[in-house]
C-alpha cells in the first residue's frame, strides 16, 4: 500500500536538522557515495571494454561528455521504497537526470542504427532483440548504455535546446511526463539539493527546499505520456507501465555534456 510522503514543512525541519548536510546523521540514513571512489557503484572501468564516461572529482560523481561509450552509471544495492537527496550541478549545455524504478540497463552498438531511425525506436528494438554487445563493439564504434527507468530531470535551461521542448524537459520534471509546479533550479555552475520520495507508485520531486512534482507512476496522465513517447505496444512501454521489478538500482544518467553529484544519501 502507497504510504504517505511528507509534506514540506517535514523537508524543511529535516533540512534545518542537518540531514541535508555532508555531516547529517538522520535515522536509517546511508550515503550512496563516499566521495572518493566507485564501492557501491558499477564502475564502467572494469567492464569490457572499459568505459571512461564517468570520473571522481572533488568529491563528485562527474560525467563527462564525447566519449567513445557513454553510459549510465548504476548503483550495485537496489531499493524499493525511499527518500533520496543529492546536491548536483550542470555544465554549460549539458542535460542529465537521476532514474528510478529502474526496470533494465540496456546496451546499444549506435553502429546498429539503421538510416533515419530515431534513437526510440532503435532502444525498443534492442529492448526486444538484444543485438548489440559491448564485449564485441568494434574499434572506432560508439556504444550506448543507458537505464529504462523514471527519470528526475537535470538540465541547462537555457543552453539545451531539450529544455525548449516543453516544461516537462525542465530541471525538477518527471522528464517527459510531469511537469515542475515552478522553475527553482540554480544558476548552471551552483550546487542545487534534490529530493526524491518514492513509496509504492507515489514520488515526489524536490527542488531547493520547493517540491515540484506530486505525481503517480501509474496514473493515466503518466502512461498516456510513456504511450506517446515510446508506443502503447512498445517493451519500453511494458516495462515501465507494468514496473515487473519493484526494488531497482538508483541511476546517474550520463546523457549530454558534464553534470557532477554529491552528498548522495538515501534511506529505505
Not at 538510416?115 to 532503435?122: F, M, T
Not at 525498443?124 to 528526475?152: C, I, M, Q, T
Not at 550546487?191 to 513509496?199: A, G, K, M
Request: hydrophobic fraction near 40%; glycine fraction near 10%; charge should be positive.
Amino acid at each position: 500500500m502507497d504510504q504517505p510522503l511528507p509534506n514540506r514543512r517535514n523537508f524543511l525541519n529535516l533540512a534545518a536538522a542537518g540531514w541535508l548536510s555532508p555531516s547529517g546523521r538522520g535515522a536509517g540514513w546511508r550515503a550512496l557515495f563516499d566521495g572518493k571512489s566507485f564501492t557501491g557503484w558499477d564502475d564502467p572501468a572494469r567492464k569490457k571494454p572499459p568505459g571512461d564516461s564517468w570520473t571522481i572529482e572533488d568529491g563528485c560523481l562527474k560525467a563527462l561528455d564525447g566519449r567513445r561509450i557513454w553510459e549510465d552509471l548504476a548503483t550495485l544495492d537496489t531499493f524499493q521504497d525511499f527518500e533520496m537527496t543529492f546536491e548536483w550541478k550542470m555544465g554549460p549545455g549539458a542535460n542529465s537526470g537521476v532514474k528510478y524504478r529502474v526496470q533494465a540497463l540496456v546496451f546499444l552498438d549506435v553502429s546498429k542504427m539503421k538510416p533515419g531511425q530515431s534513437w526510440e525506436e532503435a532502444f525498443n528494438y534492442e529492448v526486444e532483440h538484444k543485438l548489440s554487445d559491448r564485449a564485441k563493439l568494434a574499434p572506432g564504434a560508439r556504444g550506448n548504455l543507458a537505464a529504462v527507468g523514471f527519470e528526475y530531470q537535470l538540465i541547462d535551461e537555457e543552453r539545451h535546446p531539450d529544455a525548449r521542448h516543453g516544461m516537462d524537459r525542465r530541471s525538477g520534471a518527471l522528464y517527459g511526463l510531469v511537469a515542475p509546479s515552478r522553475l527553482a533550479a540554480r544558476p548552471v555552475g551552483e550546487f542545487n539539493e534534490s529530493r526524491i520520495v518514492l513509496s509504492g507508485n507515489r514520488v515526489e520531486h524536490w527542488l531547493n527546499g520547493e517540491r515540484v512534482v506530486e505525481a503517480r507512476l501509474d496514473s493515466p496522465e503518466v502512461l498516456a505520456g510513456l504511450a506517446k513517447r515510446w508506443g502503447a505496444a512498445s517493451p519500453v512501454f511494458k516495462l515501465l507501465g507494468g514496473q515487473p521489478r519493484k526494488k531497482c538500482p538508483i541511476v546517474l544518467q550520463n546523457h549530454n555534456g558534464e553534470a557532477w553529484f554529491r552528498n548522495i544519501r538515501l534511506r529505505d
